[in-house]
């Protein structure tokens, strides 16, 4: 049999081949969010959050992932570090809210950024909304689901107690500006050695006096800054941060609820959940965590023998902390594993008092619900932030841009 227009069919094939793009994603840029007692850039002489003596930003940006590192209140509250985290992309004053600091007893304004991407939110060229992917770390992971949320939903509260030409744009909801939320051994539903918060503010000390000796410099001289201004807690041009850290262990915001000590304890995860649930129109993917084993006998566990020795005590706590206690979240052997700071069963995603659904990795990436992505065996907390480890983290997170940029736009 013979096919006289073969040629010309198997050429206009090839045409409309060569018409599709090689594969349909996105080129939206990535922002990296970092946890509790996190830094920026320019902070700790050059020593980065996001990699140590390496700089994971510029690894991402020189492979063609345009990426920026976000930078909010290390101790702060997940609403304040969203609102912070807003103003620092878009541009502009941070707005705590009206009503959010009339309740708790702080200023409502900040401090003002020109933006690190100000058409954030913007139409392009195309048509399209220009979007980011939001990657938190730890306490990281819960403030960019807050501030996802507050950007597709707004807040009722803010709007019913502010006029309209005082309203920040954060809370007026609407905004489907956040293509997906990435989380790294996230305290979704908080972690155990937060559920008593007078464990946190020594934890801060050793670790604060641990990344100096890491940098090489004496702790006075390090460059730090806890970014509380809200609550009249910035640092003076002279003072030493043993002075500053001594400040601001002894001010009345650790009875306060607006704190990362309340949001990082189970009980605070669990109205953390309750507030912000996951958004129809974005991707969430959760990665965990874990640098312990059980002990044969009790089942405790301890940590692996590759865990920073710095994370050893907290581990141990962790490993074998219970708490079944009236009114609070009840704390039990599930808990027991963990990276050497946050537990790993919080780590996949909201289940205290969510609607948020977790399901397993698959292939398939799915808007709406946590793609679980599983357990990083054998990683600390540190590891995964390329902090203390012989890891190669660079080829990690480049897999990670290249599985975020491969979504659909």
């Keep these: 049999m013979r096919f006289p227009n073969l040629p010309r069919v198997l050429l206009l094939v090839l045409l409309s081949l060569s018409a599709v793009p090689a594969r349909a994603g996105n080129d939206y840029p990535l922002v990296l969010v970092h946890g509790f007692t996190g830094w920026g850039r320019d902070e700790l002489l050059g020593f980065k959050y996001w990699g140590g003596f390496e700089d994971l930003q510029e690894i991402l940006n020189q492979a063609g992932y345009r990426t920026h590192t976000g930078v909010v209140g290390p101790l702060a509250s997940n ?96 905004k489907s500006w956040v293509h997906s939320v990435t989380t790294l051994a996230a305290p979704h539903d908080g972690a155990s050695i937060a559920a008593n918060g007078s464990h946190l503010l020594p934890f801060v000390r050793k670790s604060l006096l641990g990344l100096a000796a890491l940098v090489g410099v004496q702790p006075d001289d390090l460059p730090y800054d806890f970014k509380l201004d809200q609550w009249g807690l910035r640092r003076l041009p002279d003072e030493s941060l043993d002075a500053y850290l001594t400040r601001v262990e002894q001010s009345p915001i650790w009875h306060s609820r607006d704190i990362s000590g309340w949001d990082l304890g189970p009980d605070g995860a669990r109205e953390l959940n309750q507030r912000f649930p996951a958004q129809p129109d974005v991707y969430y993917f959760s990665w965990a965590a874990s640098a312990t084993v059980p002990l044969w006998l009790s089942r405790h566990h301890v940590p692996r023998p590759t865990m920073l020795p710095q994370l050893w005590v907290s581990a141990l706590y962790m490993g074998a902390y219970t708490r ?67 890891r190669d983290v660079g080829d990690w997170y480049l897999r990670l841009a290249r599985s975020l940029a491969d979504l659909p736009p």
């Design 79 to 174: 609403w304040d570090r969203a609102c912070e985290l807003y103003a620092y992309l878009k541009g502009g004053t941070v707005d705590y809210g009206q009503a959010h600091a009339v309740a708790h007893g702080h200023a409502r304004y900040g401090r003002t950024f020109t933006g690190l991407y100000p058409d954030w939110g913007a139409v392009d060229a195309n048509g399209r909304l220009r979007k980011l992917h939001l990657i938190g770390h730890s306490q990281g992971g819960q403030t960019v689901r807050v501030l996802a949320a507050l950007l597709a939903r707004g807040d009722p509260v803010e709007r019913a107690a502010t006029p309209v030409a005082e309203l920040s744009p954060l809370f007026q909801g609407g």
């Design 324 to 390: 079944d206690e009236p009114g609070h979240v009840r704390i039990d052997a599930s808990w027991w594993e963990n990276d050497g700071l946050v537990n790993t069963r919080s780590m996949a995603g909201p289940t205290l008092d969510s609607p948020d659904r977790i399901v397993p990795r698959d292939g398939q990436a799915r808007r709406g619900v946590w793609n679980y992505q599983g357990v990083l065996t054998g990683w600390d907390h540190l590891d995964i932030m390329g902090i203390g480890t012989v």
